[in-house]
């Protein structure tokens, strides 16, 4: 049975180990630090510009679970949107580097880093993700590694 | 976590409520960070593997976070009216593991649950202590939806600095030779 959503994108037989995808760019404004950490993560240090100079970071500077969500909406749009995706299994080691300030531009690469067939289905195999992340000034701001399930053509024997 | 690094217990699980995931927000959430056809669109999404619209793991995970930070300023307050001053914690580093594992649907409700697996003193901040987290999400049929190794740095109540720290601290705010042990350090 063929998905007619995803049957004319990449599958799995489609990728390769090394392959590099370059992100688009993000600019994050004071507008999306505030949204964001209103719902997600109300600190003071998110949601008030006084408040974020006397903090730590000296300055407004965006939630680290949105600097993560805005990596993963660069992902989706050069990558995830293209290919036989069936979501995420998960992600590990990820760091926060540096804090994104508010009117940085991030963007990026991600590398393809492994490719294996599930051992659960025959129609599934999981792509492994390594996220660089970085600021205009070229400086790392988050990196981690993303599993993601993607549909085969052919079905495992 | 509100609690002094000296007062956590490992493995105490401490709840951080529950969350009823709406068909609008999904799709919000969704079209902002993670525009996969499951997670945007009900129509579509009945071609997917999961038969219809599920939210983006992203979403589920900035959920948890914001029912652990109500939880901790809640306890912060808690201990406040009781005459206590709460611990103070500082930024994470990172997230050592996060695994997703049954997706949530329109109206699903999500209990959030947080234990500190285990703590040591920090190498690298004097005075802080590296807590090593753990967030559970469970549905309301008592499924895991994820469950996820977070690291965190909670403040040392009994810390006293080493003398050595003491007078670097002192030197370095003297005038004159201040900026020459600032530049050293």
Not at chain 1, 116 to 122: E, I, K, L, T, V
Not at chain 2, 24 to 29: H, L, Y
């Amino acid at each position: 049975m063929t998905n007619p959503v995803t049957q004319d994108r990449r599958h799995f037989e489609d990728l390769s180990v090394g392959e590099i995808i370059t992100l688009g760019h993000a600019t994050v404004t004071r507008e999306m630090i505030f949204a964001f950490a209103r719902e997600f993560d109300p600190l003071p240090f998110h949601l008030d510009e006084a408040a974020a100079k006397a903090s730590l970071l000296g300055g407004l500077a965006s939630s680290g679970w949105q600097t993560g969500a805005l990596s993963l909406r660069m992902l989706v749009d050069s990558f995830l949107s293209k290919i036989a995706s069936c979501g995420g299994l998960g992600f590990e080691n990820l760091k926060w580097k540096n804090p994104v300030m508010a009117g940085d531009t991030i963007g990026g690469t991600v590398t393809i880093a492994a490719l294996r067939r599930s051992g659960s289905h025959p129609r599934w195999g999981i792509v492994t993700l390594d996220f660089d992340i970085r600021n205009q000034k070229d400086k790392q701001v988050l990196t981690m590694r993303l599993a993601n399930l993607v549909e085969c053509r052919e079905v495992a024997a | 976590m509100t609690r002094w690094f000296e007062d956590i217990v490992i493995d105490e699980v401490f709840p951080l409520g529950a969350h009823t995931f709406g068909k609008e927000e999904i799709i919000r959430f969704a079209q902002l960070y993670d525009p996969q056809y499951f997670h945007t669109d009900p129509g579509l999404a009945r071609h997917s593997h999961f038969g219809g619209l599920v939210a983006s793991g992203w979403h589920t995970v900035s959920v948890g976070h914001r029912k652990m930070v109500d939880a901790l300023d809640a306890e912060a307050g808690r201990l406040r009216a009781a005459g206590q001053e709460p611990g103070v914690s500082g930024p994470s580093p990172g997230v050592n593991a996060m695994e997703f594992k049954v997706p949530v649907r329109p109206g699903d409700t999500v209990t959030y649950e947080l234990a500190v697996t285990d703590k040591r003193p920090s190498n690298s901040l004097p005075g802080w202590g590296l807590l090593f987290n753990r967030l559970t999400a469970t549905n309301q049929r008592g499924e895991l939806v994820y469950r996820a190794e977070i690291v965190g740095f909670s403040k040392l109540r009994d810390f006293r600095m080493p003398l050595k720290l003491k007078l670097l601290l002192a030197l370095t705010n003297l005038p004159l030779i201040g900026p020459l042990v600032r530049r050293k350090a």
